[in-house]
């Protein structure tokens, strides 16, 4: 989930379980959701998104989940493999004229083989 | 597939000197963003920008500043290095539908 200081959480799984990620959102109006992907030394890549008007996407192994009531989003990792261990983190965008997406602090998934 | 291209990945800089990072797009993407990224504190918005010659200041503005003379490129400029600003910096540019697709990221070390 997200984390507040210097000290990036870290979610441990082994290879082959499933991996749940979670992100507590701020602001109620944002509409538009994504989870990103950052690999040691490289930049975030997009995973999945979500609208404000869906509660669950799937995608290729990973499925997002949305709950509105208590602004919270879960990011499904199905069979985890070693490949997916990565700092995960959630973005929302607040929407409006600036379209500006702001960023959790993120979680360290590690897979242990 | 969109690629947005940091020209440098690492620099190591000292106190006082002035440094470009430079950021290249090629899906002709109005929006373009600068981050910096540091542990703990997730990705921080330092400039926008929505148009050719258009700014608009983030979160952490201070020290920064921009330019975006052509719409493919946004660069950032730290006017005079200092220390707090050893960091990660990321750049991205935003599709209509929103979605940001960034750059490697330029790790920024100043002595």
């Known amino acids: 989930g997200e984390s507040v200081g210097l000290h990036l959480p870290t979610l441990s799984v082994q290879e082959g379980d499933n991996s749940i990620i979670n992100c507590a959102y701020s602001?109620?109006?944002?509409?538009?959701f994504i989870w990103y992907k950052q690999e040691s030394g490289k930049g975030p890549q997009f995973i999945i998104d979500i609208r404000s008007n869906m509660d669950k996407r799937q995608g290729q192994r990973v499925t997002v989940l949305l709950n509105k009531t208590v602004k919270h989003l879960s990011l499904q990792i199905a069979a985890t493999q070693p490949g997916d261990s990565a700092v995960y983190f959630c973005?929302?965008?607040?929407?409006?004229?600036?379209?500006?997406?702001?960023f959790g602090t993120g979680t360290l998934l590690a897979v242990q083989p | 597939d969109v690629k947005v291209t940091q020209s440098s990945r690492y620099l190591v800089k000292r106190t006082g000197e002035k440094v470009f990072l430079e950021c290249v797009q090629d899906?002709?993407?109005?929006?373009m963003f600068w981050y910096r990224q540091d542990p703990g504190l997730g990705l921080r918005l330092i400039y926008f920008s929505y148009d050719v010659k258009m700014k608009e200041k983030g979160d952490i503005p201070e020290g920064y500043s921009v330019s975006r003379e052509k719409k493919e490129r946004f660069s950032l400029i730290l006017e005079s290095a200092s220390t707090n600003q050893t960091s990660m910096y990321l750049c991205a540019s935003q599709d209509v539908a929103g979605e940001l697709f960034f750059g490697e990221g330029s790790r920024l070390t100043v002595l």
């Open positions: 602001n109620s109006a944002s509409d538009y």
């Open positions: 899906m002709d993407h109005e929006n």
């Open positions: 973005a929302e965008n607040y929407g409006g004229a600036t379209n500006k997406l702001i």
